[in-house]
């Protein structure tokens, strides 16, 4: 570590790329006696989530990227923070297992340390739950350089656990996270999808019925008029499913699609959770009860042709996740339409954040909105890990 005490000195870029675990804390202890504050960043990704960060330093992830033990027979998995995700998939791919996340970002390039840190979600999440429902352990490096261990490798370890589970979600404003362990599943035998043209409205009706028969879906969500119903498991389960939820359906413009037809049918569905396009584009995250997805949709939707901007949603029917992606218009407008449907989620009970945003649209509109009854836990917690409020300060603006 000694020898690589230059890279981090005073007169080096405020720009650190450590290799292990011990250069991270280096990293963290030369920032704090520099004065320094620091920004985390694994893929770059999630890079506009929240708050803009304040920083005068950028500690990168990406060179964390080992395998850092596997057992294929325990069906665990420790890796680097800095490692995509998509290879650690390519990595358990050919043992037959896979990390069942699949948020729309790991396709862009998202680190696992990323989308743990953020506590992002895909359609999966219906079945397999989010980042932090896997992991089993992690070591973190705290913002005094202490390095921190949390579980272990053994899915039964619950030792430390509410510590890794602490800073997912947490946008790298608590620890700066080295490398995680996680539980991984089966790559299934077989997996099918169905869809079905139809309202919002339809839509919700159709995958309560659904999950009320049993067919145990792995993801039932809506884009802009499509409902889509996806299943795993055996080629004969899941034929078997995908007949039933179809006669469950009715009449109608519904299919089951092959392979191909079904990649791009969900490719098409991540689209409302990504862009590729910042001039002015913004990226919104919902998350209200289930029971709320239908009223929440409809408001959007009002809203959004008050203004004219052009849109796309994508909705978890049966987790309550809506994405919602706003192009065009004006700078003015995405502010308009933020704040109008802030206002509807936050009635509902639900929160609502920006994702991804045009430059300058926070001088118009809060990342955040209004606090919630948590805020004074959270800042105390921040307070108690980072009184110095050296990990990614504004992050949480204006909560803390």
């Known amino acids: 570590m000694t020898s690589n005490a230059s890279r981090f000195a005073p007169s080096a870029p405020a720009a650190w790329e450590p290799v292990d675990v011990a250069e991270v804390a280096e990293c963290l202890i030369s920032a704090r006696h520099q004065h320094r504050t620091v920004n985390v960043t694994g893929g770059g990704t999630a890079a506009m989530w929240g708050g803009g960060c304040q920083a005068t330093a950028t500690l990168r992830t990406h060179k964390l990227d080992s395998v850092l033990r596997y057992e294929p027979s325990d069906m665990t998995i420790q890796v680097g923070s800095g490692m995509p995700v998509t290879e650690l998939q390519s990595v358990t791919a050919e043992h037959g297992q896979r990390l069942a996340l699949d948020a729309a970002r790991i396709s862009r390039g998202a680190t696992i340390g990323g989308i743990f840190a ?38 039964k370890n619950v030792a430390g656990y509410d510590l890794a589970r602490l800073v997912s979600g947490s946008l790298g404003t608590l620890a700066v996270i080295t490398d995680l362990t996680f539980r991984l599943h089966p790559l299934p035998a077989a997996t099918g999808t169905l869809s079905f043209d139809t309202g919002i409205g339809e839509a919700v009706a159709y995958a309560e019925a659904i999950s009320a028969a049993a067919l145990d879906p792995i993801a039932a969500e809506w884009t802009s008029g499509r409902l889509l119903v996806r299943f795993e498991g055996t080629d004969f389960g899941v034929q078997e499913r995908l007949r039933v939820a179809a006669e469950l359906l009715g009449a109608g413009k519904r299919s089951i699609l092959d392979a191909d037809e079904s990649d791009e049918a969900w490719a098409d569905h991540a689209d409302a959770s990504t862009s590729t ?22 408001a959007f939707h009002r809203i959004v042709h008050e203004h004219d901007p052009l849109p796309t949603v994508a909705a978890g029917l049966l987790t309550g996740r809506i994405d919602a992606k706003v192009s065009g218009s004006t700078l003015a407008t995405h502010a308009e339409v933020v704040g109008q449907w802030r206002a509807a989620v936050e009635a509902a009970g639900g929160t609502l954040t920006m994702r991804e945003r045009p430059e300058g649209l926070t001088d118009l509109v809060d990342a955040w909105g209004t606090a919630p009854s948590a805020a004074a836990v959270m800042r105390a917690v921040k307070s108690a890990y980072d009184p110095a409020d050296l990990l990614g300060p504004g992050r949480f603006h204006p909560w803390f």
Do not use: K, M, W, Y
């Not at 359609?123 to 005094?144: H, K």
């Not at 584009?281 to 029971?291: A, D, E, K, M």
């Open 118 to 155: 953020t506590a992002d979600q895909g359609p999966a999440q219906l079945a397999f739950g989010g980042p932090r429902d896997l992991v089993i352990g992690a070591t973190l490096v705290l913002a005094n350089g202490e390095i921190a261990h949390s579980g272990g490798h053994v899915i």
């Open 277 to 298: 396009d910042t001039a002015l584009t913004t990226i919104l995250r919902g998350l209200v009860r289930p029971t709320d997805v239908f009223a929440v949709v409809q």
